[in-house]
């Protein structure tokens, strides 16, 4: 993006977690957010629920442009949330974490999704028995990633923010630490976890912390063994030039009304004009304080 109003740091990430990212797949940065844009961003998913649910049809009802794309009364699943309150907003363009995403596409980026997710342990749970996760990814390693100045980036990513605290019982979301760089079939890779369970790390965070990963990283939802609600507000970001996952476009009338410097992020206005970025390691993460 060439307009300097939107500051981004460059780079985000410290070295430690850049290593970290690499090695893994994935970083968690805590309290990646203020106590106050947590709990703001909390009230605005609660209230977006109660919306939703009172709506009579919640299955197919649409809230500012919201739907829920999983309806079960333990697990909500929200699809295109950038639209449903001005906290959710605040959030896909948080100026840090968008130079997360940047950091890892390797330049500028678009906003490809907007999800968030609400879940409370399924009933039919026993917590005795060993967990099973629905393991997935968005892209693999010989299609979207690529590696510049010795380090790895990937031109589909998430940012995670869970938006209450997650134990070791929470479900955080769990991921297969390294399947981000190893190719051939994922249910191979998926089947030497499960024989290893070593090898499938899990996110126990404080609220308002940020999972950072590329979508070629094999990860999945946690299993809540807890009482708690879980909550997670969901960017996902690419190049300026792909585009937006079905049905996650944003509306004419709400491009129209974004801020000009912010329209890029979210249309994907500079389409093939993608401005590149690269560090290395050892760079320091700029402090915008």
């Not at 649409?62 to 907003?89: G, Q, T």
């Not at 992020?265 to 320091?284: D, E, F, M, N, V």
């Amino acid at each position: 993006m060439t307009d300097d109003s939107f500051k981004r740091p460059f780079p985000a990430l410290t070295p430690a977690q850049r290593y970290h990212l690499d090695v893994y797949g994935y970083v968690v940065v805590e309290n990646a957010l203020s106590e106050g844009e947590t709990s703001r961003l909390l009230e605005a998913m609660q209230r977006l629920k109660r919306d939703l649910l009172a709506s009579g049809d919640p299955a197919s009802a649409r809230v500012r442009n919201c739907s829920l794309s999983a309806h079960k009364p333990h697990h909500l699943h929200f699809a295109h949330i950038l639209e449903a309150d001005p906290a959710l907003f605040d959030y896909l363009t948080h100026p840090r974490l968008v130079g997360m995403a940047e950091e890892l596409v390797g330049g500028d980026v678009r906003l490809e999704e907007s999800e968030a997710v609400i879940n409370t342990r399924a009933p039919d749970t026993d917590v005795s028995a060993p967990p099973r996760y629905g393991f997935h990814v968005g892209t693999w390693p010989d299609v979207g990633t690529y590696t510049s100045n010795d380090l790895y980036h990937c031109t589909f990513v998430k940012t995670l923010t869970n938006l209450t605290e997650l134990g070791p019982d929470d479900g955080g979301t769990v991921c297969i630490a390294g399947s981000h760089k190893v190719g051939g079939p994922r249910e191979t890779i998926i089947e030497a976890a499960q024989a290893d369970p070593s090898l499938i790390h899990q996110v126990i965070a404080p609220a308002g912390s940020t999972l950072l990963f590329g979508e070629a990283l094999i990860h999945a939802t946690g299993q809540i063994r807890s009482e708690r609600e879980r909550c997670i507000v969901i960017g996902g970001y690419t190049p300026t030039m792909f585009q937006a996952w079905n049905g996650q476009e944003p509306s004419a009338e709400f491009v129209e009304q974004t801020p000009d410097h912010l329209k890029p992020l979210i249309s994907g206005s500079h389409k093939w004009r993608w401005q590149q970025r690269r560090r290395t390691l050892a760079t320091p993460a700029e402090d915008m304080s």
